[in-house]
């Protein structure tokens, strides 16, 4: 059964903006640290992409600090990720991803994966 359902990725120009939805189904988010991961072309899956704790802190990785923002609208149970000034490297499938244990999530096993978007920058 699906658990994370994703959507709004698609194709930008440089510097441009997309926000990707992830709708949890069956379970709430309350409970949960949540991220998000991102796979490009002919490359390994990255290490977390930015997180955000049960206790609403987060994280981004250098690679994309300052340009992507996470967050949660919990009457929606819906997590966000926000992308800001898009590079052609950032094109890769994004997935998001859901952890009771935060460990878990920032080692790349999470309880719940979401079946990915992809997102394509380019001019």
């Known amino acids: 059964q699906v658990q994370l359902v994703e959507s709004g990725g698609g194709s930008v120009q440089p510097g441009g903006s997309l926000r990707l939805s992830c709708a949890a189904a069956?379970?709430?988010?309350?409970?949960?640290?949540i991220g998000w991961f991102r796979q490009a072309p002919g490359k390994d899956r990255e290490g977390v992409l930015c997180l955000r704790s049960i206790d609403g802190r987060t994280y981004c990785a250098e690679s994309v600090k300052g340009r992507f923002t996470i967050s949660r609208d919990n009457a929606k149970n819906t997590v966000y990720l926000q992308m800001n000034s898009l590079q052609p490297e950032d094109t890769a499938v994004y997935y998001c991803a859901a952890a009771r244990d935060p460990k878990r999530l920032a080692g790349g096993v999470p309880d719940y994966w979401g079946q990915g978007t992809q997102v394509t920058v380019s001019s």
């Open positions: 069956r379970f709430t988010l309350d409970y949960y640290a």
